[in-house]
């Protein structure tokens, strides 16, 4: 019930094209639904996250959707450069400051 | 501000040793975690610590995994008779309080242990 389960584990995306990545969870508990962006040999960074009162939060390229009845959130990454080549990993928190990530999505933007 | 810092940065230790990898928070920040990464997976919570007490240790193994966060100097996180299972990159974060309410956790760049 602490899973957060995520696909693809790795996507190639044309620059310019829109990037997906989505994830699921079970534990009705989590409030705090947060993505990190990883470069390798760096440590995870925080991009953008959610709580499940609003349906979507959008910061410049980057759009987390949130369905709650359907315990799904999903990244969307607009017009998709070379430079957002990177690991990325949703994640879910409830009470006790305790992050259960996904599994990551490998993502690669060719130019 | 230097961000959360860790070393070393690479460790290699031949089975049967012990391993001790240090974290120092950001300036001002009072709460540390500890999280595993295997290769080709996700972060693995194991601990969450404060200045001086073990707040959450539900992720850490029973045996042969400690970790401190003492009043003065970094977090350690000990490992003993380190066996070839434990080689994984060991990351630390960092937090003014604790998560939620906008409170963001920040990550070192982590400590690659390789066990021999």
């Known amino acids: 019930q602490q899973q957060v389960k995520q696909s693809p584990q790795s996507l190639i995306v044309q620059k310019g094209g829109i990037s997906i990545i989505n994830c699921a969870y079970e534990n009705t508990a989590f409030d705090y639904f947060p993505w990190y962006q990883q470069f390798p040999g760096k440590g995870p960074a925080l991009l953008i996250a959610i709580r499940p009162d609003v349906s979507e939060k959008k910061e410049g390229r980057f759009t987390i959707s949130f369905n709650k009845s359907a315990k799904q959130f999903s990244l969307h990454i607009m017009d998709s450069q070379p430079g957002d080549s990177a690991t990325y990993f949703c994640?879910?928190?409830?009470?006790?400051?305790?992050?259960?990530f996904g599994e990551g999505t490998q993502l690669t933007v060719n130019p | 501000n230097a961000g959360v810092m860790q070393n070393p940065r690479h460790l290699v230790r031949r089975r049967g040793q012990e391993a001790r990898l240090r974290c120092s928070p950001m300036k001002g920040h009072s709460h540390v975690y500890w999280y595993r990464q295997l290769p080709e997976e996700g972060l693995k919570f194991m601990v969450y610590?404060?200045?001086?007490?073990?707040?959450?240790e539900s992720g850490m193994p029973k045996e042969r995994f400690s970790a401190e966060f003492p009043k003065e100097g970094p977090s350690i996180l000990r490992i003993q008779q380190v066996v070839r299972g434990d080689s994984a990159a060991y990351f630390c974060?960092?937090?003014?309080?604790?998560?939620?309410?906008?409170?963001?956790?920040?990550f070192g760049q982590g400590t690659r242990l390789t066990v021999v």
């Open positions: 994640a879910a928190m409830g009470r006790g400051s305790r992050l259960t």
């Open positions: 610590l404060q200045k001086e007490n073990i707040i959450d």
């Open positions: 974060a960092s937090s003014l309080a604790g998560l939620g309410g906008g409170t963001e956790a920040f």
